[in-house]
């Protein structure tokens, strides 16, 4: 069994940042795609970012410019840069790994931004 451990979460006022953290118990080369998602009280989960293998990235509109993903291989750790925070980003995070046979999630990380 694979686990993820999300940290980094918080409250910060409009316009802060973050960087969220994502370990694994397991070698991140083993892992196609990973992601953070987040989910907002009332709101379905949604996809924030996604990395692949060969690091390619992909955000959701509301993130693009503000948001940066990385993983470090080497370290099983995926991180999530978060800068210019909005009220709107305040939910849960989690962070994802899939592929063929598996999807792993962490437990989740609250993040709050206050106006």
């Known amino acids: 069994q694979v686990h993820l451990v999300e940290s980094g979460g918080g409250l910060v006022q409009a316009g802060g940042s973050l960087r969220l953290s994502c370990a694994a118990s397991a070698s991140f080369f083993s892992f196609n795609a990973m992601g953070w998602y987040r989910q907002a009280p009332g709101k379905q989960r949604e996809s924030v970012a996604t990395i692949t293998t060969g690091r390619n990235t992909n955000y959701v509109d509301s993130v693009k410019g503000r948001f940066t993903i990385s993983r470090d291989n080497a370290k099983s750790t995926m991180y999530l840069q978060m800068n210019s925070l909005k009220p709107e980003d305040t939910a849960v995070y989690y962070c994802?790994?899939?592929?063929?046979?598996?999807?792993?999630w962490g437990q989740g990380t609250q993040v709050t931004v206050s106006s």
């Open positions: 994802n790994a899939h592929g063929p046979g598996y999807d792993y």
